[in-house]
């Protein structure tokens, strides 16, 4: 008999092991609980602000305000009018005079025909309930006291409107055709942009990808170019092309640039180089060995391309069309130059919150453009997490081999694609250029004199570069080391299971709703940290916030490529996990460090949407500078102003290229056997 | 028999320790003992439990339920970094940017050691694991087996009480694996470090443990040294996955033999009851070739147990270098075969080929009954 069963038991019962917590522990919970507040504060709260504000409504409640005229002499003979009755006589103010907005206003002088503030009849005003409220003057006079009045400051009383929470303002917004109609415009446009995009971008991939053509690393460079500046510069280029006095006008035969025709050309520019790069990795990691397979079982190269080429790249290609859409229907710069009166959600927003002051409204349009926008983000990191799965350690690399009529073919589709990208930058910078559009074709600096324009001046540019730099060096810090904890910490799991869900978030919400949501939450007077509105401060925490997700997601991938076991075996050597997080695991995950800031640096740089609602005087940006002269009409120092960031973000791109190439070589020796 | 006596005295404790995953248990009411300076190995298949049992007393990932006692202090719910232990692990874990020397004096730092202190143990340690040159390279442009001295290096410079060794060599090619566990075991016998090494190899285990604890699904199986754990398997799981074992349907007689397709064998002592279903086991290298005239007294090859001495076919021989495998037939096996593995010498002597009948004794003592197998745990 054997002595030992194998299989023996349940748990006993009792209390299980608590574990004693080191002091690397808490410190590691601690942080993170700092990176998860950090994460409410600038990023749940201000949304939930935004979400209730979009449900609350207003209403101007007649029935809570009495009033009682006097005689000539000022003597009151006791006649107590409502609010309510006086409307039901007069009948001047329909029910849609009374829904509107938190700074509703309403003058009563119009349920008294006979009123003129010249005459001595005297009036009384109250409310008849606590929550009625109205404004004599400036003054709000809130409580039941009747208030009397001369016909002169009567003329000052307004009334004021209740709040309640309720769908009204989504019924208002879905009975105003001038509003929703903006859905259907977003949706068309992003999808032709999405079709259109996909499929350049999917060519020029495979031509850099898969065939022998020449100036390949040309071609890698020029496509990701619209990167580096506002989404609203090919606009200013379009309208410089095709506007209204542009120099191939003719070719578009009559057609207007101003609306969707110039939103999908634009949209196409600036999506390019996203659509094109996840492409590209998808062909890159295609097993040369199907396509042996594929050729010794006699298959023709066009049967070939869509049983082998297409399925291998096709979680690639649905990835990019989602990315792309997403792009495409939270932009606010490009429609905001070109769209004419073709109306977007995004630009909805802007012109419901800057245009007419209607906060509720701009919430109401917030909460529907984020819908499709959740709905793409959603669906594209269900097929990237498909996507690794595909990849196998055994794959060979797929080699092309010339083939010279195929190769030309390539070189010159890519070469047109290249013309159409360099050739947007290059009339931007011509604009910038000349003197004066087209009368005077001289070349002169002027475009450049940016003081003298709206939009900040040279002042804008700076603010912008210190931007860019606060938001690399804080977000990467900020980000890198969120990512660490999150990933090397142990136990504690609903913790990083919170963190990762918050990091994820911001990468589902346009700039402009959190833009939006930041007015909400961050100007509210009752909020502590309301001091930040109108600083610099807010647009690094708005901007490190906006681009999280992306910088998160690098620095999880290089985190995960480290030995899982280094914590393990500096716990045991009894060293604090900050040492070895600073001597190993910041040195090896350098290069992902890097990226993280340059990414940072070149999002903040170009980024308008979210910053549009936040910017002060003091800290006008370079991109709101391009998003204002435009406005304003100085469309060439608006090229001008572009092209600055274009030529910053490149020179910082080639700055971050040079300087890692060098910290590499010194910090990563190691990588060479 | 050469039965080691454990050196020194109890120096970690395991008591009713249990590891719950959700509602899986990976540890089962574990109860263990080891003393100082003793090279314990957790052998086990895969999923067993070993390495959580390794990472239990680590503090690595903690138990559900039990205590961990170490060098007489309750360690039970201690983080990793107040306990006492050095660790090396299957993929070495060495810091690639920084230079051996700096792994190696990464845990030397901070201890109130001088620069010039911890410059001479470093170069001490590296001596010691026969890599004294190479301070000033990086992990990478070392071979795997040269890295592992390294993990073990920086594992020990801080003389802890306790080695943990998690599969130290399964990542190394067979002939580094074999020359290294050699000079683990020579290091360790050296420093005198109370060593624990999990392993899913057992030859592995055989040639480096002083005692081995064979574990299989959460809990431990048997307990014993090498030899004990080799000659005298607790039960089949034992028997089975330490070396190999010929397995074949039989039923007990006495406590001293057991009844073989109709004849009664010799067996070793056992404790099943009469007439009850076993498992008649028989190692291959323990079958005994005989030549013909084995059964008269003279023969050079005497049998010496006759009852346990029959006439099988020989099926199919293969040829394995230093042996031969021979897949052997009898009415006694049943429809099964009987593995034996014979020296080329005594193939060659007793002129056996495929087809032939031949003579063979189950040495009574070898021959060992085990319980069913249990079915569907």
Request: net charge neutral; glycine share 8%.
């Amino acid at each position: 008999m054997s002595t030992i069963s194998t299989n023996s038991g349940t748990l006993p019962p009792g209390p299980d092991i608590k574990p004693k917590l080191s002091r690397d522990d808490i410190l590691m919970r601690g942080s993170m609980m700092v990176i998860v507040l950090y994460l409410i504060v600038t990023l749940a709260l201000p949304l939930y602000t935004m979400l209730s504000k979009s449900f609350s409504t207003y209403r101007m409640e007649l029935s809570q305000y009495e009033f009682q005229v006097s005689d000539d002499a000022g003597i009151f003979d006791g006649t107590v009018l409502t609010g309510d009755a006086l409307n039901r006589q007069t009948e001047v103010f329909t029910d849609t005079d009374l829904v509107t907005g938190s700074d509703g206003r309403l003058p009563v002088t119009g349920f008294f025909p006979d009123f003129s503030f010249r005459s001595p009849v005297m009036y009384q005003i109250r409310n008849t309930t606590d929550t009625g409220r109205f404004l004599v003057g400036s003054t709000l006079h809130e409580g039941t006291e009747w208030v009397e009045l001369d016909s002169n400051t009567f003329r000052r009383v307004q009334l004021r409107p209740v709040q309640s929470r309720g769908l009204g303002n989504f019924v208002n917004y879905f009975s105003t055709p001038a509003l929703f109609n903006s859905i259907k415009n977003s949706l068309w446009i992003s999808v032709v942009s999405t079709i259109v995009t996909v499929t350049l971008a999917f060519w020029f991939a495979y031509a850099l990808n898969r065939s022998c053509m020449r100036f390949k690393g040309v071609f890698r460079l020029i496509a990701m170019a619209p990167i580096l500046v506002p989404s609203l510069l090919p606009g200013i280029a379009l309208v410089y092309l095709f506007g209204n006095q542009g120099m191939l006008k003719e070719l578009l035969f009559g057609a207007s640039i101003y609306g969707p025709i110039g939103i999908v050309i634009g949209s196409v520019f600036f999506t390019f180089p996203h659509a094109f790069l996840i492409i590209s990795t998808a062909l890159a990691i295609s097993d040369a060995r199907l396509y042996e397979a594929a050729a010794s079982l006699r298959s023709t190269p066009w049967r070939t391309f869509w049983t082998v080429t297409v399925p291998g790249a096709r979680y690639g290609l649905i990835s990019a069309a989602f990315v792309v859409f997403n792009l495409v229907i939270t932009d606010f710069g490009l429609p905001k130059v070109i769209g004419g009166q073709f109306n977007v959600l995004a630009v909805d927003i802007y012109k419901q919150v800057i245009g007419q002051q209607n906060f509720e409204m701009g919430a109401v349009v917030s909460v529907v453009l984020v819908i499709p926008a959740i709905l793409a983000f959603a669906i594209d990191r269900m097929v990237q997490s498909k996507q690794v799965a595909l990849l196998s350690a055994r794959s060979v690399p797929y080699q092309a081999t010339p083939n010279p009529k195929a190769d030309r073919l390539f070189l010159a589709y890519c070469s047109l694609i290249g013309l159409f990208i360099v050739g947007l930058l290059a009339v931007c910078q011509f604009a910038a250029l000349i003197k004066f559009w087209p009368y005077d074709l001289s070349l002169s600096l002027k475009n450049y004199q940016f003081d003298k324009m709206d939009g900040g001046g040279w002042g804008s540019y700076f603010n912008s570069i210190r931007l860019a730099l606060l938001t690399a060096v804080i977000g990467t810090s900020v980000v890198f080391f969120g990512a660490y904890l999150v990933e090397k910490s142990k136990g504690f799991r609903t913790g990083r299971s919170i963190f990762q869900m918050f990091a994820m978030l911001p990468m589902a919400i346009p700039g402009m709703v959190l833009g939006l949501s930041y007015i909400f939450f961050f100007n509210n007077p009752s909020n502590p940290l309301n001091g930040i509105y109108g600083t610099m401060a807010i647009l690094v925490i708005c901007t490190v916030t906006h681009f999280y997700t992306v910088s998160h997601l690098t620095a999880v991938t290089a985190l995960k490529q480290m030995d899982r076991e280094f914590e393990s075996v500096s716990a045991s050597l009894k060293q604090p996990t900050m040492k070895l997080f600073a001597r190993v695991t910041v040195p090896v995950c350098l290069p992902a460090v890097l990226d993280i800031s340059i990414y940072l640096f070149v999002n903040a740089m170009t980024t308008v949407s979210a910053v549009v609602f936040l910017y002060s005087p003091k800290t006008t940006l370079a991109s709101i500078a391009v998003l204002n002269m435009d406005d304003a009409g100085d469309i060439a120092p608006a090229a001008a102003m572009g092209m600055m960031i274009f030529y910053t973000n490149a020179a910082a791109r080639i700055i971050h290229l040079v300087a890692s190439r060098g910290i590499l070589k010194r910090t990563q020796a190691w990588r060479s056997r | 028999m050469l039965q080691k006596t454990p050196p020194g005295e109890l120096y970690l404790s395991i008591q009713n320790l249990w590891k719950a995953f959700g509602s899986f248990l990976a540890l089962k009411d574990i109860s263990l003992e080891i003393n100082e300076g003793e090279f314990v190995c957790f052998l086990g298949p895969s999923g067993c439990g070993k390495t959580t049992l390794l990472r239990a007393i680590a503090g690595l990932d903690l138990q559900t339920k039990g205590t961990v006692m170490q060098d007489g202090k309750d360690v039970s719910n201690l983080p990793p970094s107040e306990r006492d232990f050095g660790i090396v692990f299957q993929s070495y874990a060495l810091f690639p940017n920084l230079t051996i020397e700096k792994n190696i004096a990464f845990g030397l730092e901070n201890s109130g050691r001088s620069k010039s202190e911890i410059a001479v143990r470093v170069n001490e340690l590296l001596h010691l694991v026969g890599l004294p040159d190479q301070g000033k390279k990086y992990p990478a442009q070392l071979s795997g087996g040269q890295q592992q001295r390294i993990a073990l290096a920086r594992a020990i410079a801080t003389k802890p009480g306790l080695l943990l060794l998690d599969e130290p060599l399964s990542a190394l090619d067979a002939k580094v694996r074999v020359h290294l566990r050699h000079e683990i075991k020579e290091l360790q016998r050296k420093l005198g470090v109370t060593t624990v090494m999990v392993t899913h190899d057992q030859e592995e285990a055989l040639a480096m443990a002083d005692r081995i604890v064979v574990m299989n699904h959460g809990v431990i199986e048997q307990v014993g040294s090498p030899t004990e754990i080799y000659r005298h398997p607790g039960n089949l799981f034992v028997a089975d996955f330490i070396g190999e074992m010929n397995q074949l349907q039989a039923t007990a007689g006495d406590p001293q033999t057991l009844e073989l397709g109709g004849s009664v064998l010799k067996c070793a002592r056992h404790s099943h009851q009469k007439g009850s279903r076993v498992i008649a086991a028989v190692r291959p290298d323990d079958v005994i070739p005989h030549g013909e005239g084995a059964r008269s007294p003279d023969a050079p090859d005497t049998i010496t147990t006759p009852e346990n001495a029959f006439e099988v076919l020989i099926n199919e021989m293969e040829f394995l270098g230093s042996f031969w495998r021979c897949r052997l037939s009898n009415k006694r096996f049943g429809s099964s075969e009987l593995i034996a593995d014979f020296s080329v010498n005594a193939v060659r002597r007793l002129e056996l080929e495929e087809g032939r009948t031949m003579m063979i004794e189950l040495p009574a003592d070898r021959l060992m009954a085990f319980d069913l197998p249990e079915t569907g745990a």
